[in-house]
């Protein structure tokens, strides 16, 4: 070290690494409208293509009629399953096992199901021409309720599967049943669960949620037929996997498909699915040879793109006298709409909701899933959840609610007495899983402390007090959850999706003069990837993160990934730029051994570089290494600085947290406001603050969503009842209620840098938080268990059932 040389502290400052507040890198082409989104792509020639869809729930086709529409001038095209069935492209394999029509064949099975695609030289005339297409209907009986649709007599909604009494997840008992899905031990809970001195019991339902991304879903498919290589930009999740099924479906090999992710407006799950406009598009561009465009409207993503949650959770939760809980039980009645089009890993038709025992230790529990279809729009995404955590943590929350009811006692005190310790970590849960670290008693006493929960309970009493002498009509509600998230998956050995094993993986090149770029199987829909991966690597190898390029959602050049969601960017990708950037420091240190002359074991390093152990003015900064790199020629090395890694994680992480919400009820009008809500995260080791607290105030502002107002509704008819933002709750600035943030730091022990994921956590603990204050705010007028969302309507109805209107 010479006079120069800045103390390591500032150096390590300067590189805005691990734990830096760094500015979003992406923020500033963002906010000057210059993101380049799907529908920003404009290429000469360009056709545009529109749906004609199905008005009815369900209904058999007995004719389509497309001459009015092809005879318009500007249509090219009218495709129908009849055009695809040659190609055997009228129906598509989806990601849960099943398969879905691509086009009506023959019936329709929900209301906005694709009937026809028209392709013409523009947008306008595209749905100009949808209106021309007659199609005849002859209704058939709807089914929108999950129970009715194992009744004996409840109509056949699946006439391909016919006959089918094996499925992809097991055997079938009835026409409309896909699957039972049993974990734990039945016997041993059901014991445990006769004998036990308290047992509370409740149907907890939680409602069809839709992720509503700002863009919604498209692509552009454009088929090269000089060279035979097929492009297609699209709002996908997963480009690699797409590609690889887009191969598997076409018959196209895989090298000849280039599959590009452009800036995406927000995923949240609902771009993870093939959709049917992705494969109209593609054969469209294949039979015109020029490129097709298909952007969906705001309607048409609410309507018929994927849907999140609808699951019917009855449960039993047991205890002794004094509150420790002895066993747990679940029954999930699913609806999974007119096909299985969930969006999990293979092994897990439920996803992870057999991480349904929370935060608690709980000895014994069983779980069995049962999936319906109905005549409601496919999917069960993860919306901005790890594949049903959120159903789950709901669950539990309420479960404990409702069990310190029962107990008559303070469901804070509850939630202590049962969580896992801190020594028991790692800790095997009774469902199977292995949770990595936690120390959850910590957290809460923290998020307890802050919120003064003591002083909240006394105010709430006098509230009470009030109410009931007529000195005012809002209640006061505390809404407590503790949650713990599972998040990351693989392993591959437990996790694939259509085979394709869920690892991640990173790729870095340094440049001769000291900067980099790095490319990642993931692709950011808002998160801040590009800058937060830099700063993992500013840390693993001394380059400042504003001197490293992110990339991804090329499949031409990122290195093959499973993709972005069920917040699986940092514990997996993320750990594989870690991994990357030690291979790249291991090879530094010896073409730094090799410049200083010493053994590779005699240099250490430091920050941004290697200096001689004992001698640290002597030394090779990062930058002076990566020169070397390409001018040296270093005995026993090839030259260039670059490394490649490909993450199998060992395990999942599991992030947790404790959320409050105190919210003030009117029970005149059912308005709401919520007074305080505090948000306490543990994701481990933390890499931007910044963006961790964009993450909460963005997840916990769509979980007040979902609490309180957003669902897709549905009439007896199988009409969608919300299908338009004016019906659909997205909350603006307006209802946004102010967040306080905190953290613990629990490092995962087996993630190379020690974090897990958050992008998720908000969204799975706001939700019981918010209704956990509903229900509170009610308790001491004898509610045990209503329904979400909460809008003022139903607050309202539920004060009038408790009389509380005179
Ligand atoms: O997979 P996805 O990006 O949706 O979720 P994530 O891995 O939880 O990351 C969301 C954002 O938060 C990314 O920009 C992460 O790098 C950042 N993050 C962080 O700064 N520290 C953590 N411990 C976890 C995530």
């Given at each position: 070290m010479n006079e120069m040389t800045p103390p390591n502290t500032e150096r390590a400052a300067a590189l805005k690494g691990l734990g830096s507040s760094r500015k979003r890198v992406e923020d500033a082409r963002f906010t000057q409208g210059k993101g380049n989104y799907v529908d920003d792509i404009k290429m000469p020639g360009m056709l545009f293509g529109d749906f004609v869809r199905s008005p009815y729930a369900h209904a058999r086709i007995t004719s389509i009629n497309a001459d009015k529409a092809k005879a318009?001038?500007?249509?090219i095209a009218v495709l129908t399953a009849a055009d695809l069935a040659p190609l055997n492209l009228h129906w598509m394999p989806t990601l849960a096992g099943d398969v879905q029509m691509v086009l009506a064949d023959g019936k329709v099975l929900f209301q906005g199901q694709e009937v026809a695609f028209v392709v013409a030289e523009n947008r306008y005339i595209a749905a100009d021409a949808v209106e021309l297409v007659e199609v005849g209907y002859e209704e058939l009986p709807v089914v929108v309720d999950p129970f009715a649709a194992e009744a004996p007599d409840a109509p056949v909604l699946r006439e391909d599967l016919a006959g089918k009494t094996e499925g992809a997840h097991g055997p079938r008992r009835h026409h409309n049943h896909i699957f039972t899905w049993e974990q734990g031990d039945r016997d041993a809970t059901e014991k445990v669960l006769g004998s036990a001195d308290v047992v509370a019991e409740e149907m907890v339902y939680y409602h069809r949620t839709h992720p509503c991304p700002l863009e919604t879903c498209g692509c552009v498919a454009s088929m090269d037929k000089v060279n035979g290589k097929l492009t297609v930009w699209g709002t996908f999740q997963a480009p690699h996997a797409v590609r690889t099924v887009a191969s598997l479906i076409s018959g196209i090999a895989e090298h000849n498909i280039r599959v590009i992710s452009p800036d995406i407006g927000g995923g949240f799950g609902n771009k993870v699915g093939v959709y049917p406009g992705y494969i109209c598009s593609i054969v469209a561009s294949i039979v015109t040879g020029v490129p097709v465009k298909w952007v969906e409207d705001r309607m048409e993503n609410l309507m018929a793109t994927a849907f999140a949650r609808d699951y019917w959770m009855k449960g039993k939760i047991s205890a002794t006298k004094d509150g420790k809980i002895t066993g747990l039980s679940c029954h999930v009645t699913a609806?999974?709409?007119?096909?299985?089009?969930?969006?999990?890993?293979?092994?897990?038709p439920a996803g992870f909701f057999n991480i349904c025992t929370g935060s608690y230790d709980i000895p014994v529990a069983y779980l069995a899933v049962d999936g319906v279809y109905t005549n409601k729009a496919p999917g069960g995404v993860a919306y901005r959840c790890s594949f049903r955590v959120t159903e789950a943590a709901y669950f539990i929350e309420r479960m404990i609610e409702v069990l310190a009811i029962k107990l008559g006692m303070d469901a804070a005190e509850l939630r202590r007495k049962n969580f896992i310790r801190k020594d028991q970590f790692p800790y095997h849960s009774a469902l199977g899983w292995e949770y990595d670290s936690g120390d959850y008693h910590t957290a809460w006493d923290k998020a307890l402390k802050a919120v003064d929960y003591e002083g909240l309970r006394r105010e709430q009493a006098q509230r009470i007090q009030d109410f009931k002498a007529g000195k005012t009509r809002k209640l006061l509600g505390i809404g407590l959850t503790h949650f713990t998230e599972i998040v990351g998956a693989g392993p591959v050995k437990n996790c694939d999706i259509l085979g394709l094993g869920m690892f991640d993986s990173c790729e870095i090149r340094i440049h001769p003069t000291g900067s980099a770029i790095a490319r990642l199987g993931t692709i950011s829909q808002g998160q801040g990837h590009a800058t937060t991966f830099a700063q993992i690597l500013a840390s693993e190898i001394?380059?400042?993160?504003?001197d490293i390029t992110v990339e991804e959602g090329d499949t031409d050049t990122a290195p093959y990934g499973l993709g972005t969601y069920g917040s699986r960017s940092t514990p997996v990708a993320g750990a594989a730029t870690a991994m990357a950037g030690r291979k790249i420091r291991a090879k530094a240190q010896m073409i730094a051994a090799y410049l200083l002359e010493v053994h590779d074991d005699d240099v250490e390093w430091d920050v941004d570089r290697f200096a001689v152990k004992g001698a640290p003015e002597r030394f090779k900064t990062m930058k002076e290494i990566a020169f070397a790199a390409y001018n040296q020629a270093i005995p026993g090395l090839e030259p260039g600085l670059e490394a490649v890694s490909y993450f199998d994680p060992p395990n999942m992480t599991y992030p947790f947290g404790a959320y409050i919400c105190v919210m003030e009820i009117d029970v005149d009008t059912g308005e709401h406001e919520i007074r305080q809500f505090y948000a306490l995260d543990d994701?481990?080791?933390?890499?931007?603050p910044m963006i961790i607290e964009g993450q909460i105030h963005g997840g916990a502002t769509e979980g007040y969503a979902i609490a309180m107002g957003q669902e897709i509704a549905y009439d007896d008819m199988g009409n969608v009842k919300t299908g338009t933002l004016m019906d659909f709750f997205l909350p603006t600035a307006w209802e946004t209620p102010h967040y306080t943030t905190d953290f613990t730091v629990t490092p995962s022990p087996h993630h190379p840098i020690g974090a897990k994921g958050v992008g998720e956590s908000p969204n799975v603990g706001s939700v019981p938080a918010f209704s956990n204050a509903v229900h509170d705010a009610f308790r001491a007028f004898g509610l045990t268990q209503t329904h979400m969302p909460h809008d003022h309507w139903r607050i309202w109805k539920t004060a009038h059932e408790l009389g509380l209107h005179g």
């Open positions: 318009l001038p500007g249509v609806d999974h709409g007119a096909f299985d089009a969930c969006a999990d890993p293979t092994k897990f001394g380059i400042p993160a504003d994701c481990g080791t933390r890499i931007n």
